[in-house]
Structures are given as structure tokens and as C-alpha cells.
């Protein structure tokens, strides 16, 4: 009999496996301890009743993916390649801040979004990630940290900014999310994870309902029709004035901000008009602006902008009086830096 991995399962679907088979309810809770309190990767066979230990040995596989590569950047980025059951490769990178790490996870082997700006949008897609994948992603760069960095080892953040779109693949990466949040799980709190999403709408019209917890970052890269459209070809499908209709729900009545992520390229969305019109755009909601300099790829015309302009644009979207980071880049030289993902050129 195929076995199926124990990482797949949320806990309410793990008490219902249970259930159906009639075990001991205290069985579940117990192995959500063991595998994701104590991270232990071997199977727990001690504190489970015996029947619950035969079937755990009959019917679990407690694999995780295999570390391909790893680098490691001066600044401590890590970017691990990990190869699936099938031969397929995903990247995941460990970006530090104060000793501590968020954790830029994949949801996909490629993606369907084929951004221009992006390295993994070349790919295409190759397939959605599956959850016990993206668990394992986070599981065994944890098992890194602790085994070489033990001093500093926590995460503390999740981030689905790596490959693929994580709305194109809902369900798998809303498991994923259920066990990173739940008690028994992994325990991360409230608002520590957040979801990057190029605006594709059926995602989005499920997350308010299905993933209040979790945070949307929304790239927005231009509020100009024309110019998003070259940079986000589903801008057509899923025109920003309807993605943001659902943004702008979200946030209601909640004390939290929605980030708006703006990747600035030289000379084509970095001008004042630009600053000024995202300004307009964004005036009087809830919003957080990250401006990300673009970072460079092997093949790509694009070019980064310097920092003067970044500032100036920074300074036109301070006088509208939105909160606006300009965010580090951290890992470029390993191509570990946002949209720089490609599994494929490793
Ligand atoms: S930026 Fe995100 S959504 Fe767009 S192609 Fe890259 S991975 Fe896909």
C-alpha cells in the first residue's frame, strides 16, 4: 500500500483519519507534538497507544525533500535547492534580520504568471508544489539553521514570495498555512505569514473568507494600465481596479495594512508621474509601500535604478503620506534576492 506523508495533513483532517479508523483521538495531538513542537523527524513510536504506532508504521512516510545545493551569502542569506520525489527543483531562502529569520517559501515548481521581471516567471509552470512540500521546505531549512546556526535558529516570519503564484495553488498552500498556524503545529502567530500574490483573483475572492490570518502583500509594480500589463500579463485577465476592489475589503475593521510591493525599474515605472499616480492610487488606505530596487538576472533587459531615484520616488509617496519602506536587497550575489528565483539555472 502507497503511503502517504504525515506532512500533508492539518490537524483536523489528521483527527478524522483517526476517527475513521477508529484509534485513539489523543494520537493526533500527539504527533503533531512530536513532529512539529519537538521536530523530531523519525516517526513517533513510544507515546502512542500500540494500535495507533502499527498504523502510523503502515500508512505515514515522514520524508522531506532533499537539500540539492545550498549557499550561503556574506550577509547570511541562505538559499537552499531542494529536489522533490519527482526529480523537480524549488528554491527556498533564509533571510536574516536581528538574529533571528524569514523564511521565502515556493509554492510552485515554476509559474504561470511569466512576470517579465522575474526569473522563475522564464519557467512556466511545471506544477503546483504539494503541502507536504512547502511544509518540508520550512521543516528542513529549520533542521539547517538549528544543526549550523544554533545560537540564531528561529523563525520567525513566512513569506510566500519564492516561486509560483501561491493563489494559483489555494489549497495546498492553505494547509500549509492551517499547520504553520495551528497551536499544535508549528505555532506561528497571527500576521506572521504573509502571501504575495500578481493579483490573480480567484485566490484572492477565497482568501478573505478562507485565510483571515494571513497577510497580503499585493504587487502593484505600476498603477499605469500599459505598463503593468508588460509586467504582469495577468494584469489583463485580472485588471488592478477589481483586484483592489478585493484588497480593499480585506482590511476592514482590522488593524492591519495591506503592503503594496513595487518593484522600481530603470527608467520605465520609476518617474515622478509614476510616484505621483501610485500616490493617488494608494492615498487614504490602509497601505504600506515596499519599493524593491529590481534585481538583476542573467537574460533580462531591465536595469536598477540608483538610489537617488528610488529616494525621490520615496519622497513623492512620503507626501501623500504613505508609510513607504525601501527594502534591502539582501542575497543578491546568490540570486536569492525577490524574483531572482530559478531553479532551473542552479
Ligand atoms: S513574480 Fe511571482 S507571480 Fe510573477 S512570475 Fe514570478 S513567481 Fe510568478
Not at 44 to 58: G, N, Q, W, Y
Not at 95 to 122: D, E, R
Not at 189 to 197: E, L, N, P, R
Not at 205 to 234: F, G, T
Amino acid at each position: 500500500m502507497k503511503k502517504s506523508s504525515f506532512y500533508q495533513f492539518t490537524l483536523p483532517a489528521l483527527k478524522e483519519l483517526f476517527a475513521t479508523h477508529d484509534l485513539p483521538p489523543s494520537g493526533p495531538g500527539l504527533l503533531y507534538n512530536w513532529h512539529y513542537k519537538k521536530r523530531k523527524s523519525e516517526p513517533c513510536l513510544t507515546d502512542l497507544a500500540k494500535r495507533s504506532i502499527a498504523f502510523v508504521k503502515e500508512h505515514f512516510d515522514f520524508s522531506l525533500p532533499e537539500m540539492n545545493t545550498l549557499q550561503e551569502s556574506t550577509d547570511k542569506t541562505v538559499k537552499f535547492l531542494f529536489q522533490l520525489a519527482d526529480g523537480q527543483k524549488v528554491e527556498t531562502v533564509l533571510i536574516p534580520f536581528n538574529n533571528k529569520y524569514t523564511i521565502c517559501l515556493s509554492s510552485q515548481v515554476g509559474c504561470a504568471m511569466k512576470c517579465s521581471f522575474c526569473h522563475t516567471g522564464l519557467q512556466g509552470l511545471q506544477r503546483h508544489l504539494k503541502t507536504e512540500e512547502i511544509i518540508g521546505q520550512f521543516l528542513v531549512a529549520q533542521q539547517w539553521l538549528t544543526a549550523n546556526r544554533p545560537l540564531d535558529d528561529k523563525i520567525l516570519n513566512i513569506v510566500f514570495m519564492g516561486q509560483g503564484e501561491p493563489l494559483h495553488n489555494f489549497d495546498a498552500v492553505k494547509d500549509a498555512c492551517d499547520i504553520f498556524l495551528s497551536q499544535h503545529g508549528l505555532s506561528l502567530a497571527d500576521q506572521k505569514i504573509t502571501i504575495s500574490t500578481a493579483g490573480y483573483l480567484p485566490g484572492l475572492m477565497r482568501w478573505k473568507d478562507e485565510m483571515p490570518q494571513v497577510n497580503i502583500a499585493l504587487s502593484l509594480h505600476s498603477a499605469i494600465k500599459e505598463k503593468r500589463d508588460e509586467l504582469i500579463p495577468i494584469n489583463k485577465r485580472f485588471p488592478l481596479e477589481k483586484v483592489m476592489e478585493y484588497v480593499d475589503a480585506i482590511p476592514e475593521g482590522k488593524n492591519r495594512f495591506v503592503t503594496y510591493e513595487y518593484l522600481l525599474i530603470d527608467g520605465f515605472n520609476d518617474k515622478d508621474e509614476d510616484a505621483h499616480l501610485t500616490g493617488k492610487l494608494l492615498a487614504g488606505k490602509k497601505a504600506y509601500v515596499s519599493l524593491i530596487p529590481f534585481n538583476p538576472f542573467p537574460g533580462s533587459d531591465y536595469k536598477r535604478p540608483e538610489l537617488s531615484k528610488v529616494e525621490k520616488f520615496k519622497s513623492i509617496l512620503d507626501s501623500y503620506k504613505i508609510p513607504t519602506l525601501i527594502r534591502a536587497t539582501k542575497g543578491d550575489e546568490i540570486l536569492a534576492a525577490c524574483g531572482q528565483l530559478n531553479s532551473r539555472t542552479l
